[in-house]
């Protein structure tokens, strides 16, 4: 079965600019989860979605943050205006369920702030 | 809510010589614990989990881990490594209820020739 799509892989940009990112889960997993990684840290949750709703974004900064995943597939990260402690890599997860403990990581998508 | 210490942050071990990745997590709860591991720009591959039954689990690439509840650990073995063990190693703890995920903070395990 295909992975985790995610793009672009990599994005330079200067502060206070917008950034998004995009992830295509695997086919017909319901839960869908936006991770950071900051260099030499451990992923930490941004935000979790089963289908097209949101379960937790409760590490979300959601002055600057956001994230839709209108159809149940598909999700879009967003970050606007950004600054440089977001410089980080923003893993795409999935799984079955919520009930499914395995998650299946994107390459992720490695964001530079300037 | 539940966390995890990986007491090691590098390991540097020699071509097949022995290596243990150390990890303790801290829960009220009941918990599931994974090993992930990270090749250099890739995502993170599931090495092993434990969800419940035996306390020692095998996984891919030769690796296995034990369940300690009494010590609250969940350390990573491999008897022999490879070269191509050189990644990062990721400890994550879940709530039996929910995927709740935690991560620890990565060791990195370098194995030289």
């Known amino acids: 079965e295909a992975g985790v799509a995610q793009s672009p892989r990599y994005k330079i940009i200067e502060k206070r600019q917008s950034v998004a990112f995009w992830c295509n889960p695997i086919s017909g997993h319901a839960t869908l989860y936006w991770y950071q990684q900051i260099l030499g840290q451990g992923p930490k949750l941004l935000i979790q979605?089963?289908?097209?709703?949101?379960?937790?974004d409760s590490q979300l900064p959601k002055d600057r943050f956001s994230a839709e995943r209108l159809k149940g597939v598909d999700s879009t990260l967003k970050i606007q205006p950004a600054k440089l402690e977001d410089s980080a890599v923003y893993l795409c997860?999935?799984?079955?369920?919520?009930?499914?403990?395995?998650?299946?990581f994107g390459a992720g998508s490695r964001l530079t702030v300037l | 809510a539940q966390s995890v210490t990986q007491l090691d942050s590098q390991v540097p071990v020699f071509e097949e010589a022995p290596v243990e990745l150390r990890c303790n997590y801290s829960s009220s709860v009941s918990v599931y614990l994974f090993w992930y591991v990270q090749y250099p720009n890739q995502g993170l591959q599931l090495l092993l989990k434990y969800l419940s039954g035996s306390t020692l689990v095998k996984g891919i690439n030769g690796f296995e881990a034990e369940f300690n509840k009494s010590q609250t650990s969940f350390h990573l073995r491999k008897p022999s490594v490879h070269i191509s063990d050189t990644a990062e190693y990721f400890c994550a703890v879940t709530p039996a209820h929910n995927n709740d995920m935690r991560f620890g903070a990565g060791t990195r395990l370098t194995v030289k020739p």
């Open positions: 979605f089963q289908n097209n709703g949101v379960v937790d």
């Open positions: 997860a999935s799984s079955f369920d919520l009930g499914a403990n395995v998650l299946t």
